[in-house]
């Protein structure tokens, strides 16, 4: 017959391996959620980028505008400057 003490390190070694075979799951469950976030954030991020992207491309030329309106305005100056 075994002496009770091993059969109580027995038992308590597979109370320890248990509880460290559990931690280890939860910790795998949270880096695997935490993993999934990840690419989900990579993809909002991607999604953003290429709206941003969408938009520079689309946008008015506004300094070509301006430099134009500016243009316009001279030539309309010059001319009723001209024509008093």
Sequence with gaps: ?????????????????????????????????????????????DEHESRLDALERNRWPLPAVAAMTGVGALVVSAWQALGK
């Design 1 to 45: 017959m075994t002496p009770p003490e091993s059969t109580s390190i027995a038992l308590e070694l597979a109370e320890l391996r248990r509880t460290m075979e559990v931690g280890f799951t939860e910790q795998r469950g949270q880096l695997a959620l935490l993993v999934q976030r990840g690419e989900q954030t990579d993809k909002k991020l």
